[in-house]
């Protein structure tokens, strides 16, 4: 294979065929093809794009590079769900076990955090004893067991991804649509779940600035998943304001715990766990139209079940499930500080990537991987887009465990919220639903 001429070919705007991009892919991952010439493929990537057959393709190719999980043992459908990543976004935490609790079972691979983006399973690692690290035996079993199952990306799985993703990273060729959405659907293949929902944001604090960006990558992701013989959703959700009142580790395990009581204190968290639990319902088979699957919802809600699934996960993974009965035990901080007011009106702007920066600068998030993570810190909104306010009355409050970064991190929040004086109405949570019949 003379790579040379495949980079030349991606560079006039050309597509590869799938033989080229396996020999492309495999070469790299045996190290038979050096980082050079993949890097400059990337970057013809990114110029170029690919066609829709083409990024298929690629996409089974990466699923394809490792071993790929066979769900068919558990005798129902399997169903899985991915964030395109945000802030205050909890959900996973939530409709995870809600859905398991309606009977489908939930097999969710999740990431770490890094950047303004928190990580499902820094959350969980808040709980005492919670293994992340599940091998593919282990991950399975659970879920035939428990129903539902949080753990981290196996190494076995598409690991010509993580290699992909690294080379990316240091070659400015992360902010591409075909490349972000081989990255995400080859896991989401490899993980062996027949039915994906996917959650879009869009907005200041997510990734896709633009509606018209997260559908473009919401339609990349659906497509490769109907090529695959997948069922795949994607909603388009709002990331103008942070999603939850909670940013920050121990706190959004909180904040989730309080959703599954039925707690109306983040009602755009629970508005959307429960969109994504109805439509992960609907497609399982679980419900027979929309009306019934937030009878579901509710009734899991309502009786319990949703909480003690979580509780049943937690003890599943070795973790100590006491805080989820009783939040006051999760790890809490040393140091309180509220933001006030700096005059009356209403709350016009929650910059959330304000709100991320804060918290990870007191430690709840990492700016490198490996940066270790303070469970107890980060910031509790107080108000939320729309609100009145009056001067001096708290917008948050942050948690810290440092003098020092709670100073650094009151200074980050100092510009994160605008008071206008009259109302105006928050931007709507669900932008779209798209699917490859809509």
């Known amino acids: ?46 110029w170029r794009g690919m066609s829709p057959d083409e990024l298929a393709d690629l996409t089974m190719v990466m699923a394809e590079s490792g071993r790929q999980l066979d769900l068919s043992s558990l005798g129902q459908l399997a169903v899985d769900k991915h964030s395109t990543g945000g802030v205050g976004d909890t959900t996973s935490l939530v409709v995870v076990p809600l859905v398991a609790a ?48 949080i753990a981290g990306q196996s190494p076995e799985l598409a690991p010509a991804d993580g290699k992909l993703y690294a080379l990316r990273d240091v070659t400015a060729t992360v902010a591409s649509v075909p490349l972000i959405a081989s990255s995400v659907m080859s896991k989401k293949l490899a993980g062996g779940a027949p039915i994906i929902v996917l959650d879009v944001k869009c907005g200041r604090g997510a990734f896709m600035q633009t509606e018209s960006e997260a559908r473009e990558l919401a339609e990349a992701m659906i497509a490769i998943g109907q090529a695959a013989g997948r069922i795949v959703t994607a909603f388009v959700t709002d990331m103008e304001q942070p999603l939850g009142s909670m940013v920050g580790n121990a706190l959004e395990v909180r904040q989730a715990v309080n959703a599954l009581r039925g707690s109306t204190d983040s009602p755009r968290l629970l508005e959307l766990a429960r969109v994504l639990a109805a439509e992960m319902l609907l497609l399982a088979g679980a419900a027979p139209d929309p009306e019934g699957a937030h009878h579901l919802i509710a009734r ?51 910059d959330p990537l304000a709100v991320a920066r804060a918290a990870n600068r007191l430690g709840a998030g990492r700016e490198r991987k490996g940066d270790s993570i303070d469970p107890a810190v980060g910031v509790e909104l107080s108000k939320s887009l729309g609100s009145p306010v009056t001067r001096g009355e708290p917008l948050a409050v942050i948690h810290a465990n440092d003098d020092a970064r709670l100073a650094e991190a009151l200074a980050l929040l100092a510009g994160a919220f605008v008071i206008a004086p009259e109302p105006a109405d928050p931007p709507p949570l669900i932008r779209a639903r798209m699917s490859a019949e809509a």
């Not at 560079?11 to 045996?30: I, K, M, N, P, S």
């Not at 309606?102 to 808040?126: I, N, W, Y």
């Open 102 to 149: 309606c009977g489908v079972p939930v097999a969710k691979m999740s990431g770490r955090g890094l950047g303004f983006s928190g990580g499902t399973l820094d959350k969980l690692e808040s709980l005492p004893g919670f293994r992340v690290d599940l091998s593919a035996e282990q991950f399975v079993e659970q879920l035939g067991t428990v129903g539902a199952v």
């Open 1 to 46: 294979m003379a790579v040379a001429e495949l980079i030349d070919r991606k560079r006039l705007g050309g597509r590869l065929t799938r033989a080229e991009l396996h020999a492309l892919v495999d070469g790299h991952l045996r190290g038979d093809v050096p980082d050079y010439q993949v890097a400059a493929w990337l970057m013809a990537v990114c």
């Open 300 to 350: 899991a809600l309502r009786d319990g079940s949703a909480l003690a699934k979580l509780r049943d996960l937690v003890a599943a993974q070795g973790g100590d499930p006491t805080p989820i009965d009783r939040p006051e035990q999760l790890p809490t901080a040393r140091l309180r500080r509220a933001v006030p007011a700096s005059g009356d009106g209403y709350l016009a702007v929650v």
